[in-house]
Nanobody, 122 residues
Framework: QVRLVESGGELVQTGDSLRLSCVASGSIDSINAMGWFRQAPGKEREFVAA????????FYADAIKGRFTISRDNAKNTMYLQMNSLKPEDTAVYYC???????????????WGQGTLVTVSS
């Protein structure tokens, strides 16, 4: 079993930056990819970004491309999401996921954290 714990969500203003963290523990030897999803109030969950366990490859949803950066610190078993130029529409609960394969549907069906709330005020 893999345990994922997110942190870093808070209330910020439009244009601010924020960095989310996700620490992985447990049976992480089976993990080859991690990712971020988000779910805004009243909306469906959506993919945000993904990265390989080694950190050598990543991809992003078009909605956040150029503003968000996903990264990893292998020594700390931690994944990050650096979010810049935040907008009110970025308000959501952000979830960390992990999976054996570097594919969105694999991450959707993989391990999930409990989520961290990001609120962007206008």
């Amino acid at each position: 079993q893999v345990r994922l714990v997110e942190s870093g969500g808070e209330l910020v203003q439009t244009g601010d930056s924020l960095r989310l963290s996700c620490v992985a523990s447990g049976s992480i030897d089976s993990i080859n990819a991690m990712g971020w999803f988000r779910q805004a109030p009243g909306k469906e969950r959506e993919f945000v970004a993904a990265i390989t366990w080694s950190g050598d490859s990543s991809f992003y949803a078009d909605a956040i491309k150029g503003r968000f950066t996903i990264s990893r610190d292998n020594a700390k078993n931690t994944m990050y999401l650096q979010m810049n130029s935040l907008k009110p529409e970025d308000t959501a609960v952000y979830y960390c996921t992990a999976a054996e394969k570097f594919e969105v549907y694999e991450l959707e069906g993989g391990y999930w954290g409990q989520g961290t709330l990001v609120t962007v005020s206008s």
